[in-house]
T-cell receptor, first 115, second 111 residues
């Protein structure tokens, strides 16, 4: 069964450093998403991406965040200058169609620890 | 998106049937009800979706009454591996892209 993959599984970085989290969505999917989950809290939407542009973003997704699909397979989330409060599990997801009606397939997550 | 309300937590013994009810009083005509499951330290996973009456798949059943103001996820004969958080979401093709997970229902299955 096709699955979303994410690398690395765990990233430790110092405050102020840039990090790039990588995802390989399911190959025939066209819609891509990033969510995060701070330890013990709910899963929060960050951004959705379709046709090489952001289709929706949350208040969390400020100027410190950016997304990119650098090639035909990868989808990345960059945090320019990490803060302690960016420590969380980051999940990538993809779907064949957009809108909440359609199933989103989630990756295993990247645990980001900012020290 | 319609607001949903579900219990914060539930406990069950192995082998029992578990029913998790979700209230969505302001569900819109075009909205579907979708349930996701999240195991500890994993991403959420789609379980089941329905519009009305009853939907069943290999994992669960979803019961939706005629007024559609609530829905019940039914897990038959749970096992320890069903320990997870279960999220009820309501939306349509016009609801945007963001899944609003809320706090979900944390199900603990014990021997």
């Amino acid at each position: 069964e096709p699955e979303v993959t994410q690398t690395p599984s765990h990233q430790v970085t110092q405050m102020g450093q840039e990090v790039i989290l990588r995802c390989v969505p399911i190959s025939n999917h066209l819609y891509f998403y990033w969510y995060r989950q701070i330890l013990g809290q709910k899963v929060e939407f960050l951004v959705s991406f379709y046709n090489n542009e952001i289709s929706e973003k949350s208040e969390i997704f400020d100027d410190q965040f950016s997304v990119e699909r650098p090639d035909g397979s990868n989808f990345t989330l960059k945090i320019r200058s990490t803060k302690l409060e960016d420590s969380a599990m980051y999940f990538c997801a993809s779907s064949s169609q957009g809108a909440v009606l359609y199933e989103q397939y989630f990756g295993p997550g990247t645990r980001l620890t900012v020290t | 998106l319609a607001k949903t309300t579900q219990p914060i937590s539930m406990d069950s013994y192995e082998g029992q049937e578990v029913n998790i009810t979700c209230s969505h009083n302001n569900i819109a005509t075009n909205d579907y009800i979708t349930w996701y499951q999240q195991f500890p330290s994993q991403g959420p996973r789609f379980i089941i979706q329905g519009y009305k009456t009853k939907v069943t798949n290999e994992v669960a059943s979803l019961f939706i009454p005629a007024d559609r103001k609530s829905s019940t996820l039914s897990l038959p004969r749970v096992s320890l591996s069903d320990t997870a958080v279960y999220y009820c979401l309501v939306g349509s093709s016009n609801s945007g892209y963001a899944l609003n997970f809320g706090k979900g229902t944390s199900l603990l299955v014990t021997p």
